[in-house]
Protein backbone atom coordinates (compact mmCIF):
# COMPACT_ATOMS: atom_id res chain seq x y z
CA UNK A 1 0.00 0.00 0.00
CA UNK A 2 1.28 3.80 -1.11
CA UNK A 3 1.75 5.69 2.25
CA UNK A 4 0.87 9.20 2.63
CA UNK A 5 3.47 11.19 4.33
CA UNK A 6 2.58 12.29 7.80
CA UNK A 7 0.60 9.59 8.23
CA UNK A 8 1.10 6.86 10.98
CA UNK A 9 -0.57 3.75 11.62
CA UNK A 10 -0.03 2.16 15.05
CA UNK A 11 -1.47 -0.86 16.98
CA UNK A 12 -2.68 -0.29 20.64
CA UNK A 13 -2.82 -2.97 23.24
CA UNK A 14 -5.24 -1.63 25.89
CA UNK A 15 -5.16 -3.92 29.15
CA UNK A 16 -7.77 -5.96 29.72
CA UNK A 17 -10.69 -5.14 32.72
CA UNK A 18 -8.46 -1.24 32.62
CA UNK A 19 -10.00 1.72 31.29
CA UNK A 20 -7.41 3.13 28.40
CA UNK A 21 -7.44 6.99 26.89
CA UNK A 22 -7.82 6.99 23.34
CA UNK A 23 -8.49 10.63 22.45
CA UNK A 24 -9.05 13.79 24.49
CA UNK A 25 -12.90 12.20 26.28
CA UNK A 26 -13.30 9.13 24.75
CA UNK A 27 -12.35 6.30 26.90
CA UNK A 28 -12.01 1.88 26.68
CA UNK A 29 -12.55 -0.47 28.71
CA UNK A 30 -12.32 -3.95 27.30
CA UNK A 31 -14.39 -6.59 29.03
CA UNK A 32 -14.39 -10.42 29.59
CA UNK A 33 -17.34 -10.31 26.76
CA UNK A 34 -17.61 -6.85 25.00
CA UNK A 35 -15.64 -3.89 24.39
CA UNK A 36 -17.29 -0.33 25.87
CA UNK A 37 -15.92 2.17 24.68
CA UNK A 38 -17.20 6.15 26.52
CA UNK A 39 -17.36 9.46 25.02
CA UNK A 40 -18.00 12.79 27.14
CA UNK A 41 -19.10 14.66 25.22
CA UNK A 42 -21.03 12.75 23.24
CA UNK A 43 -19.93 11.92 19.23
CA UNK A 44 -21.79 12.36 16.00
CA UNK A 45 -22.72 9.04 15.31
CA UNK A 46 -24.15 6.59 12.34
CA UNK A 47 -23.92 2.97 13.24
CA UNK A 48 -26.22 -0.38 12.21
CA UNK A 49 -26.41 -1.38 15.63
CA UNK A 50 -28.87 -3.92 17.24
CA UNK A 51 -29.47 -1.10 19.70
CA UNK A 52 -29.30 2.73 18.87
CA UNK A 53 -28.74 2.54 14.65
CA UNK A 54 -28.93 5.24 12.39
CA UNK A 55 -27.60 8.69 12.86
CA UNK A 56 -27.34 10.72 16.23
CA UNK A 57 -25.86 11.74 19.01
CA UNK A 58 -24.37 9.12 21.41
CA UNK A 59 -22.16 8.36 24.89
CA UNK A 60 -21.81 4.72 25.20
CA UNK A 61 -20.06 2.46 22.45
CA UNK A 62 -20.79 -1.55 22.95
CA UNK A 63 -19.51 -4.31 20.87
CA UNK A 64 -20.62 -7.52 22.96
CA UNK A 65 -19.59 -11.05 22.51
CA UNK A 66 -22.57 -13.56 22.42
CA UNK A 67 -22.18 -17.38 22.12
CA UNK A 68 -21.78 -19.15 18.81
CA UNK A 69 -25.06 -20.56 18.95
CA UNK A 70 -26.68 -17.26 19.97
CA UNK A 71 -30.19 -17.50 18.23
CA UNK A 72 -32.52 -14.65 19.30
CA UNK A 73 -36.24 -13.51 17.39
CA UNK A 74 -36.11 -9.95 19.16
CA UNK A 75 -32.49 -9.62 19.54
CA UNK A 76 -32.75 -5.36 20.18
CA UNK A 77 -34.90 -6.64 23.47
CA UNK A 78 -32.42 -9.33 24.34
CA UNK A 79 -29.37 -6.49 23.93
CA UNK A 80 -31.64 -4.04 26.13
CA UNK A 81 -32.07 -6.51 29.26
CA UNK A 82 -28.27 -7.51 28.93
CA UNK A 83 -27.04 -3.87 29.44
CA UNK A 84 -29.87 -3.36 31.94
CA UNK A 85 -28.34 -6.01 33.40
CA UNK A 86 -24.83 -4.90 33.44
CA UNK A 87 -24.44 -1.48 33.18
CA UNK A 88 -26.38 0.50 36.46
CA UNK A 89 -26.04 3.73 34.09
CA UNK A 90 -27.46 2.56 30.98
CA UNK A 91 -31.50 2.93 31.93
CA UNK A 92 -30.58 6.39 32.73
CA UNK A 93 -29.27 6.85 29.17
CA UNK A 94 -30.49 4.00 27.08
CA UNK A 95 -31.07 6.54 24.22
CA UNK A 96 -27.51 7.49 24.22
CA UNK A 97 -26.10 3.77 23.55
CA UNK A 98 -24.96 2.19 20.51
CA UNK A 99 -24.42 -2.02 20.67
CA UNK A 100 -23.39 -4.16 18.06
CA UNK A 101 -22.99 -7.55 18.55
CA UNK A 102 -20.68 -10.47 17.53
CA UNK A 103 -19.91 -14.37 17.86
CA UNK A 104 -15.76 -13.44 17.40
CA UNK A 105 -14.04 -13.32 20.46
CA UNK A 106 -13.86 -10.28 21.98
CA UNK A 107 -10.38 -10.89 23.13
CA UNK A 108 -9.02 -11.45 19.43
CA UNK A 109 -9.79 -7.89 19.01
CA UNK A 110 -7.85 -5.51 16.62
CA UNK A 111 -7.11 -2.01 17.93
CA UNK A 112 -5.66 0.42 15.56
CA UNK A 113 -4.85 4.55 15.83
CA UNK A 114 -3.69 6.53 12.85
CA UNK A 115 -2.87 9.92 13.11
CA UNK A 116 -1.33 12.97 10.99
CA UNK A 117 -0.90 16.11 12.48
CA UNK A 118 -3.68 16.77 15.20
CA UNK A 119 -6.20 14.62 13.22
CA UNK A 120 -6.43 10.79 14.58
CA UNK A 121 -8.81 8.21 14.48
CA UNK A 122 -9.10 5.04 16.68
CA UNK A 123 -10.93 1.66 15.24
CA UNK A 124 -11.25 -1.36 16.67
CA UNK A 125 -12.08 -4.19 14.68
CA UNK A 126 -13.42 -7.70 15.58
CA UNK A 127 -13.73 -10.33 12.98
CA UNK A 128 -15.20 -13.67 11.72
CA UNK A 129 -15.29 -14.65 7.93
CA UNK A 130 -17.61 -18.22 8.02
CA UNK A 131 -20.04 -16.77 6.70
CA UNK A 132 -18.65 -14.88 4.18
CA UNK A 133 -20.93 -13.40 1.52
CA UNK A 134 -20.51 -11.55 -2.16
CA UNK A 135 -23.36 -8.49 -2.09
CA UNK A 136 -25.68 -9.07 -5.11
CA UNK A 137 -24.28 -12.40 -5.90
CA UNK A 138 -25.20 -14.47 -2.58
CA UNK A 139 -28.95 -15.29 -2.59
CA UNK A 140 -30.38 -13.63 0.32
CA UNK A 141 -31.66 -17.17 2.00
CA UNK A 142 -28.26 -18.03 2.46
CA UNK A 143 -27.67 -17.23 6.06
CA UNK A 144 -30.40 -19.98 6.84
CA UNK A 145 -29.23 -22.65 4.88
CA UNK A 146 -25.49 -22.48 5.68
CA UNK A 147 -24.38 -24.48 8.43
CA UNK A 148 -21.01 -23.22 8.80
CA UNK A 149 -21.04 -21.42 12.30
CA UNK A 150 -21.52 -17.18 12.33
CA UNK A 151 -18.84 -15.17 11.44
CA UNK A 152 -19.44 -11.49 11.11
CA UNK A 153 -16.60 -7.96 10.99
CA UNK A 154 -17.53 -5.24 12.89
CA UNK A 155 -16.21 -2.23 12.52
CA UNK A 156 -16.11 0.69 15.47
CA UNK A 157 -14.14 3.55 14.37
CA UNK A 158 -13.45 7.17 15.62
CA UNK A 159 -12.65 10.62 14.94
CA UNK A 160 -11.18 13.13 16.50
CA UNK A 161 -12.86 15.74 14.10
CA UNK A 162 -16.15 16.71 13.41
CA UNK A 163 -18.27 15.60 9.99
CA UNK A 164 -21.12 16.78 8.31
CA UNK A 165 -23.78 14.18 7.93
CA UNK A 166 -23.30 13.87 4.29
CA UNK A 167 -19.34 12.93 5.49
CA UNK A 168 -20.49 10.54 8.10
CA UNK A 169 -22.32 8.64 5.38
CA UNK A 170 -19.07 9.01 3.25
CA UNK A 171 -17.24 7.17 6.28
CA UNK A 172 -19.28 4.65 5.75
CA UNK A 173 -19.05 3.86 2.25
CA UNK A 174 -15.23 4.25 2.37
CA UNK A 175 -14.90 1.84 5.47
CA UNK A 176 -16.91 -0.99 3.21
CA UNK A 177 -14.57 -0.08 0.22
CA UNK A 178 -11.12 -0.75 2.11
CA UNK A 179 -12.76 -4.10 4.42
CA UNK A 180 -14.06 -5.33 0.64
CA UNK A 181 -11.15 -4.63 -0.77
CA UNK A 182 -8.99 -6.62 2.06
CA UNK A 183 -11.09 -9.49 1.49
CA UNK A 184 -10.36 -9.78 -2.08
CA UNK A 185 -6.92 -9.99 -0.93
CA UNK A 186 -6.83 -12.60 1.43
CA UNK A 187 -8.68 -14.61 -1.33
CA UNK A 188 -11.89 -14.62 1.50
CA UNK A 189 -14.64 -16.33 -0.71
CA UNK A 190 -18.52 -17.06 -0.29
CA UNK A 191 -18.94 -20.31 0.79
CA UNK A 192 -22.22 -20.04 -1.49
CA UNK A 193 -21.22 -19.18 -4.57
CA UNK A 194 -17.56 -19.28 -4.79
CA UNK A 195 -17.23 -15.72 -5.42
CA UNK A 196 -14.64 -13.25 -3.77
CA UNK A 197 -16.56 -11.83 -0.88
CA UNK A 198 -17.41 -8.37 0.11
CA UNK A 199 -18.19 -8.94 3.47
CA UNK A 200 -20.38 -11.12 5.74
CA UNK A 201 -23.91 -11.17 5.76
CA UNK A 202 -24.09 -9.68 9.21
CA UNK A 203 -21.33 -7.10 8.88
CA UNK A 204 -21.90 -3.74 11.89
CA UNK A 205 -20.12 -0.36 11.27
CA UNK A 206 -20.39 1.83 13.52
CA UNK A 207 -18.10 5.70 13.02
CA UNK A 208 -17.92 8.37 15.83
CA UNK A 209 -16.91 12.09 14.93
CA UNK A 210 -16.62 15.02 17.58
CA UNK A 211 -19.24 16.99 18.01
CA UNK A 212 -17.94 19.96 18.41
CA UNK A 213 -17.74 21.66 14.82
CA UNK A 214 -15.81 25.03 16.47
CA UNK A 215 -12.03 23.44 15.25
CA UNK A 216 -13.18 22.03 12.20
CA UNK A 217 -15.75 20.10 9.73
CA UNK A 218 -15.18 18.23 7.22
CA UNK A 219 -17.99 17.94 4.51
CA UNK A 220 -16.11 14.68 2.29
CA UNK A 221 -14.90 11.67 4.33
CA UNK A 222 -14.36 9.73 0.86
CA UNK A 223 -11.22 7.58 -0.48
CA UNK A 224 -9.88 10.57 -1.94
CA UNK A 225 -9.36 12.67 1.15
CA UNK A 226 -7.03 12.85 3.93
CA UNK A 227 -9.42 11.87 6.17
CA UNK A 228 -10.50 8.82 3.89
CA UNK A 229 -7.44 7.67 3.82
CA UNK A 230 -6.68 7.82 7.25
CA UNK A 231 -9.88 5.85 7.59
CA UNK A 232 -9.09 3.18 5.09
CA UNK A 233 -5.83 2.87 6.21
CA UNK A 234 -6.80 1.91 9.46
CA UNK A 235 -9.56 -0.31 8.80
CA UNK A 236 -6.95 -2.16 6.46
CA UNK A 237 -4.64 -2.70 9.66
CA UNK A 238 -6.85 -3.31 12.07
CA UNK A 239 -8.42 -6.28 9.76
CA UNK A 240 -5.24 -7.60 8.40
CA UNK A 241 -4.43 -8.35 12.32
CA UNK A 242 -7.66 -9.29 13.14
CA UNK A 243 -8.45 -11.63 10.16
CA UNK A 244 -4.94 -13.23 10.67
CA UNK A 245 -5.55 -14.21 14.27
CA UNK A 246 -8.85 -15.44 12.96
CA UNK A 247 -7.68 -17.69 10.34
CA UNK A 248 -4.89 -18.82 12.20
CA UNK A 249 -7.05 -20.16 15.20
CA UNK A 250 -9.61 -21.64 12.54
CA UNK A 251 -6.73 -24.00 11.28
CA UNK A 252 -6.08 -24.99 14.18
CA UNK A 253 -9.36 -25.87 15.15
CA UNK A 254 -9.84 -27.63 11.93
CA UNK A 255 -6.80 -29.56 12.67
CA UNK A 256 -8.12 -30.73 15.82
CA UNK A 257 -11.08 -32.36 14.35
CA UNK A 258 -9.84 -33.78 11.84
CA UNK A 259 -7.01 -35.70 13.38
CA UNK A 260 -6.87 -39.38 13.45
CA UNK A 261 -8.37 -40.67 16.76
CA UNK A 262 -6.37 -42.60 18.53
Given at each position: ?????????????????????????????????????????????????????????????????????????????????????????????????????????????????????????????????????????????????????????????????????????????????AKT???????????????????????????????????????????????????????????TQA????????????????????
Amino acid sequence: MTEVPGVLLEYIFPRPGKWSALQKGLFAFPGSDYILVAAAPALFTISTGVIGGGIGHKHYFINRQVEKGYSSSLPANEMTGYLASQFTFYNGAASKWVALMTAAPIVDACWARVTHQKHQIDIIITAGVNNACSAGVTPYCALGQDKTMPGTINTMAFISHALTPGALVNAVQTATEAKTQLLREFNITCPVTGSFASGTNTDATLIAAASDTAFCEYAYAGSGTLLGYMLASGVRGALTQALRTYLVKRKQAFMITTSPKK
